[in-house]
């Protein structure tokens, strides 16, 4: 079945640095959804890219899209102790007779040391 | 508040008991999903159902069994064919997904953490 590689696994850096998770399919995806997942906690939808290309802002996050529609990153600018947690990527397909469901990357576990 | 109830917080199972969780939801959304997340593995789909009396296995339906008599409702049942059940369980609820009508975000339960004694 389809499947989006996510990477890095684990991601350490200091308060005030940047921090970017990358989700990749050797398939053109339909979509890409961003998730987090604060620790001990469930996953929280943030955003949905639909087209080729697309980039999408939220405050500090921002969500891109490839043009082949095949890759997607997330960009945490400046980073903070509140972004402490888990950022899955995952994209919505077909899997016969019009059922549609989602595959999650395996998630890209942020630290942020203050 | 609208939103997924996911019962109870921690479960215990014995050696060859079956149990339930359940999932309740009043988003009034078509599908619903039960996920098994375990550390290192992200999420992984174990059944979904997208409306009701229907339902389709996922990635890890092995040792599993569900229903969706109610709209609202999707329990999962973790039988005694598990041999690994230990994990925290995930239910999610999305209008239906269709890349013609655009894609819905998967709203989560709280979760459910099973054990084995």
């Known amino acids: 079945g389809q499947q989006v590689m996510q990477i890095p696994q684990y991601q350490h850096v200091q308060e005030g640095e940047d921090f970017t998770t990358y989700c990749n399919s050797s398939t053109t995806l339909s979509n890409i959804q961003w998730y987090k997942q604060r620790p001990g906690g469930h996953p929280v939808f943030l955003i949905q890219?639909?087209?080729?290309?697309e980039v999408k802002k939220q405050k500090r996050l921002t969500f891109q899209f490839g043009e082949a529609k095949k890759n997607s990153s997330l960009h945490i600018t400046a980073t903070q102790t509140t972004d402490v947690g888990t950022y899955f990527c995952?994209?919505?397909?077909?899997?016969?007779?019009?059922?549609?469901?989602?595959?999650f990357g395996k998630g890209t576990l942020l630290t942020v040391n203050p | 508040d609208g939103g997924i109830t996911q019962s109870p917080k921690y479960l215990f199972r014995k050696e060859g008991q079956n149990v339930t969780l359940s999932c309740e939801q009043n988003l009034n959304h078509d599908a619903m999903y039960w996920y098994r997340q375990d550390p290192g593995q992200g999420l992984r789909l174990i059944y979904y159902?997208?409306?009701?009396?229907?339902?389709q296995k996922g990635d890890i339906a092995e040792g599993y069994s569900v229903s969706r008599e109610k709209k609202e409702s999707f329990p999962l049942t973790v039988t005694s064919a598990q041999k690994n059940p230990t994990a925290f369980y995930l239910c999610a609820s999305s209008d239906r997904g269709s890349t013609y009508m655009g894609n819905q975000p998967q709203h989560f339960g709280d979760g459910t953490r099973l054990s084995i004694l």
């Open positions: 890219l639909v087209k080729s290309g």
């Open positions: 159902s997208q409306i009701v009396n229907d339902f």
């Open positions: 995952a994209s919505l397909y077909d899997s016969g007779g019009s059922n549609y469901k989602l595959t």
